[in-house]
């Protein structure tokens, strides 16, 4: 059988796009190990392991994205952490405006790495976070007295 040879980053490219779908943004994004031994097959690498011409390496690319998600993520632990250990209350008005900061920033990082899953979740983080900032607004104002 005749070994097929690579190209060059083009035909990884071309390769790439054959094996893994386009993001919402219309970025081209992996698959995991699925993907990525498929383009080595197509490659004419095989399994791409040892004896294979081609082999794929797996870098993780940090991107804006990703940090605004490891930050809404580090809201979600702070407020949790904060709460569980007495230095915040739940019934203040701090611990929603965290946690919806924290469902903001991860559906801002969604955008990137869509999930519908994780989308759903976040909506329902941030609406009973809003929830529970306007019970906050309402517990502290004033009751209106009509006399």
Do not use: H
Not at 70 to 85: D, E
Not at 131 to 144: A, E, F, I, S
């Amino acid at each position: 059988m005749p070994q097929r040879g690579c190209d060059g980053p083009r035909v990884l490219t071309a390769l790439a796009r054959e094996v893994t779908p386009r993001g919402p943004l219309g970025v081209w994004r992996g698959r995991g190990a699925v993907g990525e031994q498929k383009i080595a097959e197509l490659a004419g690498g095989g399994d791409g392991g040892a004896g294979s011409r081609f082999s794929i390496s797996v870098t993780m690319r940090f991107d804006p994205y990703i940090a605004v998600g490891i930050a809404g993520a580090g809201c979600f632990v702070v407020a949790y952490f904060a709460t569980t250990q007495g230095w915040l209350s739940a019934a203040e008005w701090r611990f929603p405006a965290i946690n919806l900061l924290g469902a903001v920033l991860v559906l801002v990082s969604l955008a990137d790495a869509w999930n519908l899953p994780s989308v759903v979740l976040e909506c329902f983080w941030g609406a009973i976070s809003l929830y529970g900032l306007v019970r906050c607004w309402r517990r502290k104002r004033p009751p209106v007295n009509n006399v």
